[in-house]
């Protein structure tokens, strides 16, 4: 029996389990980078136009959107270390300023997506409440975009072999 289960192991069953095992730990590692980058832009965000709690307004208060672009951007920069370094470590490649660009244009892709769930939600649906905006961009639209990013790194972005 113990011959039967070392040949099984090596097989194709064995295969596919280790390639099931990779893609649960990586799904789950870009997962906590995904929600610690949301964390890191939101907050940051918020600190930049709202300042800290019972501190007055934040230092880009009068510039919003500039506080997302950049509260977006160096959330965007963790999340391709924390993607590089962590989630598909075994992977990434020599060529780092092509891979970071890379990261950059299917996170560009990614935000598209939503946007044009929210585009669909509001003007072919006529939906435009809060609640409709939410679940269109932040919802559904976040979600595609989310399964779109990860297909995209793992295929193009992070498809080398580790860096020792």
Not at 44 to 59: A, K, Q, R
Not at 126 to 144: F, K, M, R, T
Request: with cysteine.
């Amino acid at each position: 029996m113990t011959h039967t289960r070392l040949t099984s192991d090596t097989g194709l069953i064995g295969r596919i389990r280790g390639a099931y095992e990779v893609l649960a730990r990586e799904v789950a590692k870009f997962g906590t980078i995904g929600l610690l980058a949301f964390i890191l832009d939101t907050t940051l965000y918020n600190y930049f136009v709202f300042g800290l709690p019972g501190g007055g307004d934040g230092p880009l208060h009068d510039i919003p959107l500039r506080a997302k672009i950049l509260a977006t951007a160096i959330a965007t920069v963790f999340s391709w270390l924390g993607n590089r370094y962590w989630t598909f470590r075994h992977r990434r490649t020599a060529a780092v300023a092509n891979e970071f660009l890379l990261f950059v244009w299917f996170n560009i892709l990614g935000l598209g997506i939503a946007v044009a769930c929210l585009g669909f939600s509001r003007y072919v649906l006529g939906l435009d409440s809060q609640l409709a905006d939410n679940i269109s961009a932040n919802g559904v639209g976040l979600v595609l975009g989310t399964l779109f990013r990860f297909w995209a790194y793992r295929t193009y972005v992070f498809k080398g072999d580790a860096l020792s």
